[in-house]
């Protein structure tokens, strides 16, 4: 079972058994959460042989083969709160309830927390925004951090962060249902253990819905892309440009993913393109840290036209390379739709120079060719499909989206309230990381919601203690 180091011969999920009962716990390498999967898959695994081995007279009423699903399927917990993601929503909200003494449980479906951060982005990725606009309750981010954290050091932040709260999301553990039983009082989530199959029951209070804005790929419909003869992948999958280095690539989407992955390509040699479906606001990162920090005290209808002036100052006239601004400016629109511009940190400099070319949106894909809107045909080796995520809420929720009177959330995922009411429903229900208003959101839901929280919980604590008061004067 062990190697000579002590450590697992078999690679996770599968590492934590041996044969003739042996198990082992804690040598995943993957730190607190990794004992914790480990603990869980060893009981589950105990508890199945156990059942499994017992006479048919020692076993309880429907606890056999007469009844084949139940052996799928175990109440693992009952808690307070349920939460639901494992990210930095999550990780905010598990927070704030330990700082508040209120037992819960994060479930995550990927085998790490914070997957989108540690798994899924590109190596050159770096936050945006200034480090402030990026924190997480409780914890402000080091004086020494740079104004601009990497990928890398963001990531370390998180560790730290569920470190110091004990934060300790169950991973592997996708949810596939959630139901509210009004007779208890409770939600009754169901997740599916990845290592083991098996179907998990979490009861609860609360239900915090925390699977963020970008939870699974999307992928546009362009007719003959699952026939393109070269390399096709989504942006969650790309790392580096440097296996592309002479190969003609196209980037499909310019959003800052686009954008960022297009940089990325010519800088390691790439005869990159870049498509571009409509009008987009394009801020250098320095003019985006400083229009920030101006709405907070300054009308944005005052802010846009500045920044917009110091951003022409800077780049000229777009249009010409295929950049067309819209009607509206640019804080506006994120006040308005929670979209934000696009924030350069050098692709603006390829276009103009000629490295990065700007095409009109992919129509269809015959071959290794594709053709665009405006009936240009061009051949590439690669296409990088960095057209964002879609909230994947909705999958487990559907039973209790809805708009009628309680409804937490709509058909796309995100809430039917808009911001500040939107992170709380009815019966417990809340969600948090759901704001489009990005790490700041999700710092600001998971303050709300553990607030709301603890004040259910002294209410019924306070209800109660009348009802024993009236008990004992009756008695």
């Given at each position: 079972?062990?190697n000579?180091?002590g450590?697992?011969?078999h690679r996770?999920?599968?590492?934590?058994?041996?044969?003739k009962?042996?198990?082992?716990?804690?040598?995943?390498?993957?730190g607190l959460?990794?004992?914790?999967?480990?603990?869980?898959s060893?009981?589950?695994?105990?508890?199945?042989?156990?059942?499994d081995?017992?006479?048919?007279?020692?076993?309880?009423?429907?606890?056999?083969?007469?009844?084949?699903?139940?052996h799928?399927r175990?109440?693992?917990m009952?808690?307070?709160?349920?939460?639901?993601?494992?990210g930095?929503?999550?990780l905010?909200?598990s927070a704030?309830?330990?700082?508040l003494?209120?037992?819960?449980?994060?479930?995550?479906?990927?085998?790490?927390?914070?997957?989108?951060?540690?798994?899924?982005?590109y190596?050159?990725?770096?936050?945006?925004?200034?480090?402030q606009?990026?924190?997480?309750?409780?914890?402000p981010?080091?004086?020494?951090?740079?104004r601009y954290?990497?990928r890398?050091?963001?990531?370390?932040y998180?560790d730290?962060y569920?470190?110091?709260?004990?934060?300790r999301?169950?991973?592997?553990?996708?949810?596939?249902?959630?139901?509210?039983?009004?007779?208890?009082g409770?939600w009754?989530?169901?997740?599916?253990?990845?290592?083991?199959?098996?179907?998990?029951?979490?009861t609860?209070?609360?239900?915090?819905a925390?699977?963020g804005e970008?939870s699974?790929p999307?992928?546009?419909?362009?007719?003959g892309?699952?026939?393109?003869?070269?390399?096709?992948?989504?942006?969650?999958?790309?790392?580096?440009g440097?296996?592309?280095?002479?190969?003609?690539v196209?980037?499909?989407?310019?959003?800052?993913?686009?954008?960022e992955?297009?940089?990325?390509?010519?800088n390691?040699?790439a005869?990159?393109?870049?498509?571009?479906?409509?009008?987009f606001?394009?801020?250098?990162r320095?003019?985006?840290?400083?229009?920030m920090?101006?709405?907070k005290?300054?009308?944005v209808h005052?802010?846009?036209?500045?920044v917009?002036?110091l951003?022409w100052?800077?780049?000229?006239d777009l249009?010409?390379?295929?950049?067309?601004?819209p009607?509206?400016?640019?804080f506006?629109i994120?006040a308005?739709?929670?979209r934000p511009?696009?924030?350069?940190?050098?692709?603006?400099?390829?276009?103009?120079?000629?490295?990065?070319?700007?095409?009109?949106?992919?129509?269809s894909v015959?071959?290794?060719?594709?053709?665009?809107?405006?009936?240009?045909?061009r051949?590439?080796?690669?296409?990088?499909l960095?057209?964002?995520?879609?909230?994947?809420?909705?999958?487990?929720?559907?039973?209790?989206?809805?708009?009628?009177?309680?409804g937490?959330?709509?058909e796309?995922?995100f809430?039917?309230?808009?911001?500040?009411n939107?992170?709380?429903?009815?019966?417990?229900?809340y969600?948090?990381g759901?704001s489009?208003?990005?790490?700041?959101?999700c710092a600001?839901?998971?303050?709300r919601v553990?607030?709301d929280?603890e004040?259910?919980?002294?209410g019924?604590e306070a209800?109660?203690?009348?009802?024993?008061?009236?008990k004992?004067k009756t008695?």
């Amino acid at each position: 079972m062990l190697n000579e180091e002590g450590l697992p011969t078999h690679r996770i999920p599968n590492h934590w058994k041996g044969k003739k009962g042996l198990y082992c716990a804690g040598l995943s390498r993957n730190g607190l959460h990794g004992a914790a999967d480990d603990a869980n898959s060893i009981v589950d695994d105990i508890h199945r042989a156990y059942r499994d081995s017992a006479p048919d007279s020692e076993r309880e009423p429907g606890d056999g083969a007469d009844k084949p699903e139940e052996h799928k399927r175990l109440t693992v917990m009952e808690t307070e709160v349920v939460i639901v993601g494992g990210g930095p929503a999550g990780l905010a909200v598990s927070a704030c309830l330990n700082v508040l003494s209120i037992p819960n449980v994060v479930l995550e479906k990927e085998d790490h927390y914070a997957a989108l951060w540690k798994k899924w982005s590109y190596d050159r990725l770096k936050l945006h925004i200034g480090k402030q606009y990026c924190e997480l309750p409780h914890m402000p981010h080091p004086a020494a951090a740079p104004r601009y954290l990497s990928r890398a050091e963001f990531v370390t932040y998180l560790d730290d962060y569920a470190a110091r709260f004990g934060v300790r999301p169950l991973c592997g553990k996708p949810v596939e249902a959630a139901s509210f039983d009004g007779g208890s009082g409770t939600w009754r989530v169901t997740a599916r253990n990845a290592a083991t199959g098996q179907e998990e029951t979490y009861t609860s209070r609360f239900l915090v819905a925390a699977t963020g804005e970008n939870s699974d790929p999307v992928a546009p419909e362009i007719p003959g892309l699952d026939r393109f003869t070269g390399e096709a992948l989504h942006s969650a999958v790309y790392k580096s440009g440097a296996k592309y280095a002479g190969k003609r690539v196209l980037v499909v989407g310019s959003g800052n993913s686009g954008m960022e992955i297009a940089l990325d390509l010519c800088n390691h040699g790439a005869k990159t393109a870049m498509t571009v479906r409509g009008p987009f606001h394009v801020l250098p990162r320095d003019l985006m840290y400083l229009g920030m920090g101006l709405v907070k005290y300054i009308p944005v209808h005052l802010v846009d036209p500045l920044v917009l002036m110091l951003c022409w100052l800077r780049f000229g006239d777009l249009s010409k390379f295929g950049i067309v601004r819209p009607a509206e400016g640019p804080f506006y629109i994120k006040a308005k739709t929670g979209r934000p511009p696009i924030i350069d940190v050098g692709t603006v400099g390829k276009i103009k120079s000629g490295e990065l070319e700007v095409m009109k949106v992919a129509t269809s894909v015959n071959g290794d060719e594709v053709t665009f809107a405006d009936g240009e045909t061009r051949r590439f080796d690669a296409i990088v499909l960095a057209t964002g995520y879609k909230n994947a809420a909705r999958k487990w929720l559907k039973a209790i989206i809805g708009y009628g009177e309680g409804g937490l959330l709509k058909e796309d995922g995100f809430p039917v309230k808009g911001y500040p009411n939107h992170w709380k429903g009815s019966n417990g229900l809340y969600c948090a990381g759901l704001s489009k208003m990005g790490l700041a959101g999700c710092a600001m839901d998971a303050m709300r919601v553990a607030e709301d929280i603890e004040r259910a919980c002294q209410g019924a604590e306070a209800l109660r203690k009348g009802e024993m008061e009236m008990k004992l004067k009756t008695t």
